[in-house]
């Protein structure tokens, strides 16, 4: 507490300054340069944390404490939630809409922080006078005591503040159903009258190598169906091919028994005829006699 | 070490957030950058707090984080209706006020 005061910090701070510093700032690179948002999230997760170990070395315990409950606990699994909902696959796209757009900002970032530096160094931040004085009666108490006293009218004005913002995101995202919603016959008569896929939907994996459920189901000529594979998988682009890939698999095993029977060409003229199999284990038991 | 680095530090994460804002188009990502950047200023606030010596600046810390609360909830909201109307959260697909 007493070094608090001091005009250098305590090398146990320097330490944790310089090594938590190093991670803080690689977590909001890392924010910024992810691919994938829920990465993003993470790593500006990590970084809030971060933030609250500096704010506990800076004499701001409930600030710190807070931090860690209403930031990393709270909004940052609302974020996680929303991007959940949004659909966690959704990487960002890297094509730029407008040119040089990237190094454009870079440039800007680049000046901003330059700006911000030159700033900081000319003012006169010498004398660091410490919180010990102003803690001594309890940070929590000291904070209460001014914000129930200096600060009470922005604190009312914050309650306002909070009540609309709950309403304003119940209004935003709360959808009145404004027709009447359809009954299971109304949907059976109009599937009947418009008359294609009067049975239900085809079930995906069906003829395909795996049964789950974003391998689309194999027609006849070998072609994957998209129809059998749900409308939720459908519209975000989730459907897994197969049918090439084990089309491949299979060749790939045809050229490497062909290779080790040592009779090259083979498949050319054998795939695709009944008893296929049974001639290949018979060689297969003869070449390893 | 001087404290005055917390103020460089917290100088670094803003630039990096406002570079974050500009370069992601997704807009999810956007508002976290825009999250860090106002963690920035708490950082920075806190640390003019210790520099007077008073409790102010930490006053000023917890009403940023009370309107940044306030501000996701909305924020979220509106990405979520805009994800709704459109099936995308990118902010260039949201380039008409109307569908």
Redesign the interface.
Known sequence: MTQLAAYSTSTGEAVQFWVLGTVAVVGALCTILMKKAVHSALCLAGTMIILAVFYLANGAYFLGIVQIVVYTGAIMMLFLFVVMLVGVTAADSLKETIKGQRWLALLCGLGFAVLLFAGIGNASVKEFNGLAEANSGGNVEGLAGLIFTKYVFAFEITGALLITATVGAMVLTHRERTERAKTQREMAEERVREGKHLPPLPAPGVYARHNAVDVAGLLPDGSPSELTVNRTLRERGQIRDVSSEALDDLRALEQRSADRLERPDVRRTDIGRPGIGRTDVERTEEASK | ?????????A??????????V?????A??V???I??ML?AC??AL??F????????G??I???T??????????G??????L?RSR????V?DASLMKL
């Open positions: 070490m001087n404290p005055v680095n917390y103020l460089y530090l100088s670094l994460l803003f630039a990096i957030g406002a570079t974050g500009l370069i992601r188009r997704n999810i990502v508002f976290m950058c999250e860090l963690n708490n950082l806190v640390a707090s210790r520099m007077h010596g008073n409790l102010d930490q006053i810390a917890f009403f984080m009370v309107v940044a609360a306030a501000e996701v909830v909305v979220l909201a509106i990405i979520v209706s994800f099936h995308s959260a990118s260039d």
